[in-house]
T-cell receptor, first 112, second 114 residues
Framework: SQQGEEDPQALSIQEGENATMNCSYK?????LQWYRQNSGRGLVHLIL?????REKHSGRLRVTLDTSKKSSSLLITASRAADTASYFC????????????FGGGTRLMVKP | ETGVTQSPTHLIKTRGQQVTLRCSSQ?????VSWYQQALGQGPQFIFQ???????GRGNFPPRFSGLQFPNYSSELNVNALELDDSALYLC?????????????FGPGTRLTVL
């Protein structure tokens, strides 16, 4: 079963626009991570936010975490065609020992 | 490139057969996790190995089994293959220390069961 639910399931935007993806989860967590996957290949780690953090930035990425609502968002600013990929949130639940539970993903298409 | 390698890249099997997938972890990583990703879905945790012992298991039947070797490389074995086992199988390695360490994923093995 999947703990997280991403919203939207698919997103199509123009290059230069911002893309926002949301993730909801069910149990208490140690941290939440965002991954990117190109065309069914391996996952690339983007950013990790711990349960005691509310916001984190990495380059054009901004992640927020609201543990009271059990939700997170990933914002990609000034998107590029190369950002086209699937994006997954993954939770490391309390007591789970770094065993990640992934959501279903958001498929982002950035049109040039 | 993460330094995690998997073999083979692609594999075609028939129902009832057995398959072994291999993973070499990144240097210094003693924890390896395996995930199954069906088409159009997120990865699902199969199991994790730490220092050659199974350290946790997801909701997968016993016909999914694994091994970890002294050099921390790992194998995933699936017996009595079913059509629904068709998926991308991903392994990920991480540093010692447990929760909160970034997991480094390999490129995956795509298994097709006919």
């Amino acid at each position: 079963s999947q703990q997280g639910e991403e919203d939207p399931q698919a997103l199509s935007i123009q290059e230069g626009e911002n893309a926002t993806m949301n993730c909801s989860y069910k149990t208490s967590i140690n941290n939440l991570q965002w991954y990117r996957q190109n065309s069914g290949r391996g996952l690339v780690h983007l950013i990790l936010i711990r349960s005691n953090e509310r916001e984190k930035h990495s380059g054009r990425l901004r992640v927020t975490l609201d543990t009271s609502k059990k939700s997170s968002s990933l914002l990609i600013t000034a998107s590029r065609a190369a950002d086209t990929a699937s994006y997954f949130c993954a939770t490391d639940a309390l007591g789970a020992g770094n065993m990640l539970t992934f959501g279903g993903g958001t498929r982002l298409m950035v049109k040039p | 490139e993460t330094g995690v390698t998997q073999s083979p890249t692609h594999l075609i099997k028939t129902r009832g057969q057995q398959v072994t997938l291999r993973c070499s972890s990144q240097s210094g990583h003693n924890t390896v996790s395996w995930y199954q990703q069906a088409l159009g879905q997120g990865p699902q945790f199969i199991f994790q190995y730490y220092r050659e012992e199974e350290n946790g298991r997801g909701n997968f039947p016993p016909r999914f089994s694994g091994l970890q070797f002294p050099n921390y490389s790992s194998e995933l074995n699936v017996n009595a293959l079913e059509l629904d086992d068709s998926a991308l199988y991903l392994c990920a390695s991480s540093l010692p220390g447990g929760s909160g360490n970034e997991q480094f994923f390999g490129p995956g093995t795509r298994l097709t069961v006919l």
